[in-house]
């Protein structure tokens, strides 16, 4: 059965957002709306807001809000009511957050839970140089780890791999300071909500996601 939980995600780029989403998405059986998906998906497709999207992504800059947001908000409100939601990638600025909460003030409740998933910063940077991703699933692969390599088939549905644009070394850089400047204030408004739950972002992703699962106060047997 599908769960109601309404959850974001929060974490600086890298953290392992992604890969926590496509999990929690299969357990929850809830909607995962990826912000930086859904704009690669335009980038893909050449749409003008591919166009002008991909201008700021290129450099690791945030999209501006006028672009950005309404996009983002029409998936959420497209959901039913009483839906629950992962939201990836989303708020990543204050006002991003507060328009949310005016948003989701016309659709029953808002969120249930703010994840935070933290990962020191030198393997953020190990960690970006060395990913790519699905083209079909857009799940994320590291491929220092053992045995990968760009040529690999994805682990998950057999797709072919490619690096994000954004994940060359000149735009990672400028991607954690736009997280620790613009992104990063957001924690303390979720912290004063009291919705704030904090996990490690190390480790196997199998642990990571009982770590998750506990923060959410789900089961976590498996
Ligand atoms: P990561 O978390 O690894 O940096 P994402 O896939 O979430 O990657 O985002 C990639 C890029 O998409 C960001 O660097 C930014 O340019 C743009 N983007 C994603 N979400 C937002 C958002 N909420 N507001 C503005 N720009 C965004
Ligand atoms: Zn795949």
């Known amino acids: 059965m599908s769960s109601s939980l309404r959850l974001a ?53 945030l999209i501006p809000d006028t672009v950005s947001v309404g996009i983002i908000l029409d998936k959420v409100m497209e959901l039913g009511a009483e839906a629950g939601f992962i939201l990836d990638g989303f708020p990543r600025t204050p006002e991003q957050a507060h328009i949310l909460t005016e948003t989701l003030a016309e659709k029953s409740r808002g969120l249930d839970k703010v994840l935070f998933i933290s990962v020191p910063e030198e393997e953020l940077v190990r960690r970006l140089g060395g990913r790519f991703i699905c083209r079909q699933c857009q799940a994320p692969h590291t491929l220092s780890e053992a045995g990968a390599d760009a040529s690999s088939p994805c682990r998950q549905c057999g797709g072919e791999l490619y690096q994000r644009d954004d994940d060359r070394a000149e735009a990672v850089q400028a991607r954690i300071e736009v997280y620790h400047r ?35 106060e789900l089961p976590t047997g498996d």
């Open 9 to 61: 995600l929060f974490g600086p780029p890298g953290a392992g957002k992604g890969t926590q989403a496509q999990l929690l998405k299969e357990q929850l059986d809830v909607a995962h709306i990826s912000s930086g998906d859904l704009f690669r998906f335009h980038v893909q497709q050449r749409t003008e807001l591919g166009r002008v999207a991909a201008e700021y992504m290129n450099q690791g800059l």
């Open 182 to 216: 613009q992104t990063a204030p957001v924690l303390d408004i979720y912290r004063e909500q009291g919705l704030l739950a904090e996990i490690p972002g190390v480790g196997e992703i199998a642990d990571i996601n009982r770590l998750a699962r506990a923060a959410l």
